[in-house]
């Protein structure tokens, strides 16, 4: 970090969604930002906060090689290190009616990647579109207007989406609860919804949506057994990673 403006570039292409996190011993939240909610909006993947609007000081704007940051200490300290991963969805948003429940959707389908806006019914089944070409393999909501946890889930948890699978947010293990997914996996075109505050309160709340699916050779979304020895499982993706992202559940 310079503490101020900053041109990050060497990305490769235009993020569309973007994760910073300072690699130093400060106690500043993950940032998430995307090009669906706007370049100033955050929402921070280790708390229940709602998203915050900053005044362009965090990220600036999503750039052809990367993005531009503002003096923020959170992404951009002075002399502190950080460390940023990004994403390439499909630029500005298009309105997405697969589902009962219009959405605002951003999409990479060769990539399985899409990012979703949607505002919250209260109606138990609703459906959203995503906007991928198949099923998702993992999805993960955060209401953006109040204070709920982060939800996540994939059809290949034990119990599908019977079960939250998990909050991003918290160390607990899965727990069940049918309001949020209302027990229903979702569809190469839709996922759908129950009646919780985390996914589909009707306050009305404005929620995003990260939808992925494994592609060949590009990414992998999956699940292993541990066995607690120094010599760990080997687990199977079909390509060396890049990133590697785990919870215990």
Not at 75 to 101: E, I, P
Not at 111 to 131: D, K, L, N, R
């Amino acid at each position: 970090g310079t503490g101020s403006e900053l041109s990050v570039t060497g990305v490769g292409f235009q993020p569309d969604f973007s994760w910073h996190k300072t690699r130093a011993t400060q106690t500043y939240n993950h940032r998430v930002f995307d090009v669906v909610r706007g370049v100033t909006k955050e929402i921070y993947p280790t708390v229940a906060n709602a998203e915050v609007t900053d005044d362009a000081q965090t990220l600036k704007s999503f750039d052809s090689d990367g993005v531009t940051l503002g003096t923020s200490s959170g992404v951009n300290q002075s002399g502190v290190t950080f460390a940023s991963w990004h994403w390439k969805a499909g630029g500005a948003a298009s309105s997405n009616s697969d589902g009962t429940t219009t959405s605002s959707v951003s999409v990479n389908t060769t990539a399985g990647f899409s990012i979703v806006s949607y505002a919250g019914s209260g109606s138990a089944g609703a459906t959203v579109g995503h906007g991928l070409s198949q099923t998702p393999d993992l999805i993960i909501i955060k209401n953006r207007t109040a204070i709920t946890n982060w939800v996540v889930n994939s059809p290949i948890t034990n119990s599908g989406f019977t079960e939250w699978a998990l909050k991003l947010d918290l160390d607990q293990a899965t727990s069940t609860d049918s309001t949020i997914w209302n027990n229903t996996a979702p569809t190469s075109s839709v996922f759908t919804l129950g009646t919780a505050g985390e996914s589909n309160r009707n306050n009305p709340d404005n929620y995003v949506a990260y939808c992925f699916h494994s592609v060949d050779g590009y990414s992998k979304v999956g699940k292993y057994t541990g066995n607690g020895a120094t010599d760990g499982p080997f687990i199977y993706t079909g390509f060396k990673p890049a990133f590697f992202m785990v919870k215990l559940v």
